[in-house]
Structures are given as C-alpha cells and as structure tokens.
C-alpha cells in the first residue's frame, strides 16, 4: 500500500491548503484509506477533514473546501495506490496460457482485480475478493462491477476457473445484486464445457441474481495449447446454436425488463455466416468492448461520415490490413465508398494470424511480422491503413514487440492507424492528396 503523495497539482485544492509531496495520506473525514477506491468515494464531498502524516513522522489534519466531485489534486506512486492483484485461478480457456514463450513480460501478468473492474471496466472473476473487500463494495456502492462468469454451476465453475474456491465468488454475485449493484457479465462459451444446457443454466441464474447485462463470446485457442486441457471449437454449427439460445433468453427479457440483457459478440454472428443483428438489437451498445455490436455500429457510423465526402476531390490511394473475420465488412465498406467516389483507390487485405494459429482470425490479435510478411510481396497503395487495436493501448507498439516504424521501413509505406470507428475509417480512407504534399 501507498499513500504517500508524490506530487500535488498546480492550483488544486490540495495545493492551496498546503499539502506537500512526501505527506502521507491516512484518512478522510474519519475513513480510512486503503487505496483509490477510498480515495475517490471519500473525496467526493465538498468538506474534506484530512489526517496527514508528515515525513519526519509527525501528524496534521487541516479542513479542505472544494466543489462537490472536484479532484482533490494529490497524485500518488501509483494509480491504485496499492499493487495491481494477480489472478489467483488457472482457467481452462485462458488466453495467457496460450502465448508464445520468450514475449514481453506484462503479457504474461493475469490481473483479477475489482478495483480495474470499476474503475477501467476490467472483467473479474471475483475469486480474489475477501468478505470485508465484497462488503466495502456494497458499503461504498461501487457499481459497475463487470465480472467473468462462465458458469454458475459451482462445480463446473470450480472446474473451468482452475479454483476449488471459485464457486464461493457466486455467494458474492447474488449479494451484490440484492444490494442493487449494477453488474455486467461475460461468458466464454467453451464447447463440450459450459455450452447447450449448461449455458441456459447460467443465463436463467444470471436473470434471477439480476445482471444489468451480459456478452456471450466464443472461446478463442491459439495453436500453444500443448498440455492444456482439451476444449472444442466454436464452429458454424456450434454458434448457429448459441446465438439461438441467446436470442431465445433475450427476447424474454425484452418482454420482461424492456432490455435483452444478453447479447451475442459479432463474432459468434461471423462463425455462424448470419447476418450482423440491426441496430436496435444493441440497444445503447453496453458491451461494446466485448465485440458485441461493433461492427454494426462500424457500419452505421461509417454511411454517416460518407455524407461529407467530398467525391469530387482526389485522394491518396490505401491497403487497409485487417483480420481475416473482419475483411469481408472492411471490404464492403470500401466498396460503398467507391459508389461515392469512383476514382478512389484501395483494396482491403485480411491477414492470416501464423504468429498465434489460423483459428485466430481477429484484428487485436494481429502481429507486425504477420502484416509486413502477407504484405511486402504485394502492390500496395500509398499509405497502409491499420486497425488501433493492433497496438498497444496508447503506444505504437505491436504485439510482437516491433513498431509501427518498423512496418513502415520494411514496407516503404506510411502507416495511419484507425481508430475503432466508422468516422474514423472515413478520414483514413479519403485522405486528401494535397494533404499528405503539405
């Protein structure tokens, strides 16, 4: 733990009453702080009294006068205030146990962490939490707590998470949710685990324990699963029959509720060769970072920004790369906007994932020597349009470590990277020709 302030901003309230970096932080209006979750519900108020402890030991409170919700301003060694906590379970289906060896060592830390949930939207199984951890959420009402479920068979539970204590966090669910904290939930469908019966079983529990809502993913397996445990895959078939009973569940529901409360990832929708779900079946996108509605919402957004388009001006031609499951849409899109401008050129290339195994065939999960081998032999246009999500968040850097320049140099074209929006696309896409000359 640390709350020792490491830096106070510049005309903060925390400044002008005279706090200085080194100080600890040891309570606020009598609470305790433990860490960010303390900090951000206690500091809420207008009227603050803080306890400080000073370097030299000794100790102060003074009286802080602020707006209600405004930033106290004190910034501290970590955002957490406290050491992000490791997963303590060995799922069947876990993506880290499927990586490569020899990569960068933080894509091999599994967090399981309520804190992230709330806080950066983070799912969690919840194993990790004690009884006083569980009671300061419901205390402080910390909502929303996203949380992988999986199952709510307690012994298939215990079993898929790799815990003999994982059926103890389902006791932690059904409080939450008579405390009325909103959850959000996740299943990865495991075929020959957790699918068909036992699949119905978790949504019933999941509509009784009252889940706000819930994405329904296909398991994803690379091919480094030697020595793991043997689970099925999602084909057509397979997620022809999920979709069915989601939608079955869903549409009571709507009936019920007046929100499906659970929606399938676009993935399962391109696996099963069924058309993208309309708008309105999303409602108001809430699973949105779990892939469910993106590409429809990719679509709406990009017919949008195509009314802007000027198709009298002259744009830079483009090789937009992409995953194999998401070239067909790309490539529909480039199509529609050529019917606004027919002197655009482009062409959209689905790259096959040979880093982690063909079954991988999302666009996150993509490498850079993966794009610059499928690319270099081919007649590409003046720059290379790339999806965000092959990179790090914030960073340019792939998951194989190389960088965007270094896709650049190998393949004698700059890079633009798209952001995860049709407007976006749009831009990318009609990149003006004097534009790049300036």
């Avoid at 060592?105 to 569980?134: H, Q």
């Avoid at 929100?259 to 993208?276: N, Q, S, V």
């Avoid at 892939?291 to 937009?320: C, I």
Wanted: with cysteine; hydrophobic share 35%; charged share 25%.
């Amino acid at each position: 733990m640390s709350t020792v302030v490491t830096s106070v901003d510049h005309r903060s309230p925390a400044q002008r009453a005279g706090i200085q970096a080194g100080e600890k932080l040891l309570t606020v209006n009598g609470h305790e702080i433990v860490d960010v979750l303390d900090y951000r519900f206690y500091c809420y108020d207008p009227v603050l009294e803080l306890e400080l402890e000073e370097p030299e030991g000794g100790r102060r409170k003074l009286e802080i006068r602020k707006l209600e919700g405004q930033e106290l301003g004190l910034n501290f060694d970590s955002y957490l205030m406290d050491e992000p906590r490791p997963c303590s379970n060995h799922c069947l289906f876990c993506f880290v146990d499927q990586m490569p060896p020899n990569m960068r060592d933080t894509l091999y830390f599994k967090d399981d962490d309520a804190r992230l949930s709330f806080l950066m939207g983070n799912y969690i199984t919840l194993t990790n939490l004690t009884p006083r951890e569980a009671q300061r959420i419901i205390d402080l009402r910390i909502s929303p707590i996203n949380v992988s479920v999986q199952s709510t068979e307690p012994e298939l539970r215990k079993r898929l998470l790799g815990n003999v204590h994982a059926d103890k966090s389902l006791e932690y669910m059904r409080a939450f949710g008579e405390a009325g904290i909103e959850m959000n939930g996740q299943i990865v469908v495991c075929p020959g685990w957790n699918d068909g019966v036992h699949l119905r079983r978790t949504i019933e529990d999941l509509m009784d324990i009252g889940f706000a809502s819930c994405s329904i993913v296909p398991v994803g397996l690379t091919k480094y699963r030697k020595g793991l445990a043997k689970i099925g895959m999602v084909d057509a078939q397979k997620a022809g029959e999920i979709i069915d009973i989601v939608d079955e569940y869903g549409a009571i529901c709507l009936e019920k509720y007046g929100t499906r409360r659970f929606f399938c990832a676009d993935e399962l929708y391109i696996k099963a060769g069924r058309e993208l779900p309309p708008e309105s079946y999303y409602e108001e996108y809430g699973q949105l970072e779990n892939g469910v509605g993106m590409l429809r919402s990719l679509m709406t957004e990009f017919s949008q920004g195509l009314e802007d388009v000027d198709p009298s001006a002259e744009y830079l031609s483009f090789t937009s790369a992409t995953g194999m499951s998401a070239q067909p849409f790309i490539a529909a899109l480039v199509a529609q906007a050529k019917e606004k401008c027919p002197s655009l050129q482009g062409e959209v290339v689905g790259i096959r994932n040979d880093f982690f195994g063909h079954t991988i065939d999302v666009a996150g999960l993509l490498t850079a020597q993966d794009i610059i081998a499928q690319l270099k032999e081919r007649q590409l246009g003046d720059h290379i349009l790339l999806p965000a999500n092959v990179l790090r968040h914030g960073g340019d850097v792939f998951l194989d470590d190389l960088t965007v320049d270094d896709v650049e140099q190998a393949l004698g074209r700059p890079v633009t990277v798209v952001e995860q929006d049709g407007f976006s696309l749009v831009d990318a896409i009609f990149t003006r020709k004097e534009r790049e000359q300036r």
